[in-house]
């Protein structure tokens, strides 16, 4: 993911984390992934936890996987086939 993104990406992750309880996962990513959908085209996804698996393919340039606080942040953009 380009630099530019990145820093949204924690940004936006931030700011979700001061509107939801640390413990609503789904309303944090929901909020993540409704923002990315508006910037920046629909598409996104956005897992968030602190214990998780995944298997997906993605849109090259359009992954992030980071930690804020006790919680982790997938966040990309689904591929087309």
Known sequence: MPEKL???A???A?????LYDVVDCISIAA????EFDKMYGSGWQCVVGSNFGCFFTHT???FIYF???TL???????ACS
């Open 6 to 8: 990145q820093i949204q």
């Open 31 to 34: 909020h993540i992934k409704k």
């Open 60 to 62: 090259p340039e359009t």
């Open 72 to 78: 982790n942040f997938l966040i990309f953009k689904g």
């Open 10 to 12: 924690m940004a936006c």
């Open 67 to 69: 930690a804020l606080e």
């Open 14 to 18: 931030s700011q979700a984390l001061d």
